[in-house]
Every structure is written in C-alpha cells, then in structure tokens.
C-alpha cells in the first residue's frame, strides 16, 4: 500500500494549494481518507476527513471555511484544497486511509507547505 502525496510548496499569505494523495495498493472506494499536518516538535493535528462514499465530511475547526476535502474514486486520489493560507499553516502535511471512523492504518510521506508573511 502506498499514499503519494503531493501539491505542497512555497505560498504567500492569503494565497491557495491544493493537496493531492494517490492511493495504490488498496481498494480506495472502501476507505476513509483523512490528512493531518506536523509542524516540527508539535503533535500531528487533524484537518480534514471524507468518507469512503464521500457524502460526508468534517473539518477541524481551525480549517473550516478555509479547507475543502474531496475525493476521485475513479483516479484513487483524495484532495485537500487551502484558501486563504495563513503563516500557521505553514507545516508538513500527511494523508491518511482507514476503514474504520477516526483510524487510519495507511499514511502517506507528507509534503512540506510553506505561507510565507
């Protein structure tokens, strides 16, 4: 099973990525997905989720209205879109597959993103 995430890089305050996870290895319609962030001597913090369906999202408080979660099937990738990025955005960025609600067994590498001031 591998998680290939992808879409971080350098961006200025107020600006826009979007994060890609492409899922090989899995039956991807049958998992959840979900992507978290670390900053460095930090704990790793949940952003987002998406059912396997994808009739169902939820959002860490600290995102919402700001990130959107969504996923292909189709193409086995989940995305991750940021608007209106702000310095504290600034992390390491990880997605994750699970079965079951709230647990994920399957991480990608992660993808540095940097909101420059």
């Known amino acids: 099973v591998q998680l290939q995430a992808s879409g971080g890089g350098l961006v200025q305050t107020g600006g826009s990525l979007r994060l890609s996870c492409t899922a090989s290895?899995?039956?991807?319609?049958?998992?959840?997905m979900g992507w978290f962030r670390q900053v460095p001597g930090k704990e790793r913090e949940f952003l987002a989720a998406?059912?396997?369906?994808?009739?169902?999202?939820n959002y860490a408080d600290s995102v919402k209205g700001r990130f959107s979660i969504s996923r292909d099937n189709a193409k086995n990738t989940s995305y991750l879109q940021m608007n209106s990025l702000k310095p504290e955005d600034t992390a390491v960025y990880y997605c994750?597959?699970?079965?079951?609600?709230?647990?994920?067994?399957?991480w990608g590498q992660g993808t540095l993103v940097t909101v420059s001031s």
């Open positions: 998406i059912r396997w369906s994808g009739d169902n999202t």
């Open positions: 290895g899995l039956s991807f319609r049958n998992y959840n």
């Open positions: 994750a597959a699970g079965t079951v609600s709230g647990v994920y067994g399957y």
